[in-house]
């Protein structure tokens, strides 16, 4: 039973925590035209080159995460994704009586709240990995040159 606890679960983990990821690549290639218009909608510029470094990340970072592959950097870009992707494209505090169903900004709430809720997951990939730690010990070690 220690390969459940040290192996599998674990490894069920980053699966679930990552898996909307290859599926939101895909859902852009099969819809472009909508991703385009989405990645329009928000306030950045440059929409198809977002739109193209969108799937990289979405494709590349959780493959990543799942095999160990520099997985504590693979989180951390992928959590700036989420929190990026939720601040600009699901600004539901933008519409008016957002918590309303009728609302068009209500989905937006909890789009919103669903990327912020990866980043929690991504946090413990970052802690697990040794990237927290390893970032920390190099934040210490550039302050005590100043």
Known sequence: ???LANDALPTLARMFIVWIF??????????WDNALKQAYSGWLPGG????VLAMVVE??????????YY????????AGYCVVTGVVYHNFWSYSRFWSPDSEGYPHVWEFFKNFAIVGGLIFIMYASGFIQATEREVERIASLI
């Open 22 to 31: 290859p599926f939101s690549f895909l859902d852009k290639i099969i819809n």
């Open 48 to 51: 198809p080159v977002l739109l």
């Open 71 to 78: 997985d504590g950097i693979a989180a951390f870009i992928l």
């Open 59 to 68: 494709l590349v970072t959780p493959i990543m995460i799942l095999f160990h």
């Open 1 to 3: 039973m220690e390969w």
